[in-house]
């Protein structure tokens, strides 16, 4: 995307002859595993299964495209965003899970942090062609815009009636080391590309401070051109024979991600999607939700299978 960083949050290489097997890989970055902020106990596990599947089949993949989770320190989904509205608490960041309503911003329990300063480079960081029907009584830019803006964006996610917001440990900040691919599948990917002259694929996304991007494709709540639904990603993933998805979280990134490309793909072929089961875990407390998640897949006409069985 073209958001507030330099980065943007989809990018794509350019793809000439049609690919056979693309192997789609969700946010294998530190900080989800082992000595993470936001770590998976069986992320290591994981991650040795996806290492030794490309590894074992790699004249066999044709593409790799690999996902970054990318934030700012003042994240709409992070601590540093929030301060308590009490008083005698004002400095008071909300802890990590708590879940801030539409309510709880009417209320005045959390607001956002007055010393937040919009990027000076940040035009179009929420767009109003795309965050439609927005007009609060401020000035683009300042504390009260930013108030009004929170509660409107709650409001906008619950209605929307997959998430309430939740705020996260501060985790894969851009530069820092939680941000990087864990170090034996980046090694793993390094041999593939050595292997058969192929590139990885890089795509980032939640960099835009104002909004959510569980999905790779799309923006919980789409705020400009660039966290609105990534056609061109789609169309690309769908010129694969085979397309297999595995990496973390299998209750929250994998599975939005999966959902978002299985919505779009023809009813006839989504059985050329494999999600590999035994490459990705979910987020501690979230289990329920990975299972539904492989569920619902599975009555879509996903293909589930483990790494050892998927070619």
Request: glycine fraction near 6%; charged fraction near 20%.
């Amino acid at each position: 995307t073209t958001s507030a960083t330099a980065i943007p949050t989809a990018t794509m290489s350019a793809t000439t002859a049609k690919p056979s097997t693309t192997l789609l890989l969700i946010d294998l970055q530190k900080d989800f595993h082992p000595g993470g902020s936001l770590a998976i106990p069986t992320a290591n596990k994981d991650a040795k299964r996806i290492v030794d599947f490309i590894r074992s089949n790699s004249h066999k993949i044709t593409r790799i495209v690999a996902t970054f989770d990318s934030h700012h320190k003042f994240h709409i989904a992070n601590p540093h965003f929030w301060v308590s509205g009490k008083k005698d608490d004002a400095a008071t960041h909300p802890k990590p899970f708590t879940i801030i309503t539409a309510q709880n911003i009417k209320d005045g329990d959390w607001k956002p942090n007055p010393s937040l300063r919009i990027p000076l480079h940040a035009d179009g960081i929420v767009d109003p062609r795309i965050f439609k029907d927005f007009h609060p009584d401020a000035s683009p830019g300042s504390y009260e815009w930013l108030c009004a803006y929170a509660l409107e964006y709650a409001q906008r996610l619950e209605a929307k009636g997959r998430f309430q917001l939740c705020i996260w440990p501060e985790h894969c900040l851009m530069g820092s080391p939680g941000h990087a691919i864990v170090d034996d599948v980046f090694g793993a990917f390094q041999e593939w590309c050595a292997t058969t002259g192929g590139t990885v694929e890089w795509v980032y996304k939640g960099q835009n401070l104002f909004t959510e991007m569980y999905s790779a494709l799309e923006a919980e709540v789409p705020v400009s051109e660039s966290n609105s639904f990534n056609k061109k990603l789609q169309a690309s993933l769908a010129s694969s024979d085979r397309l297999l998805i595995g990496g973390q979280a299998m209750s929250h990134c994998v599975n939005y991600t999966t959902r978002d490309i299985v919505r779009q793909w023809p009813s006839k072929d989504k059985s050329n999607i494999i999600l590999l089961t035994d490459c990705g875990s979910p987020v501690v407390g979230f289990e329920a939700e990975a299972e539904q998640f492989k569920k619902d897949m599975q009555a879509e006409g996903v293909t589930l299978s483990t790494s050892k069985d998927a070619l």
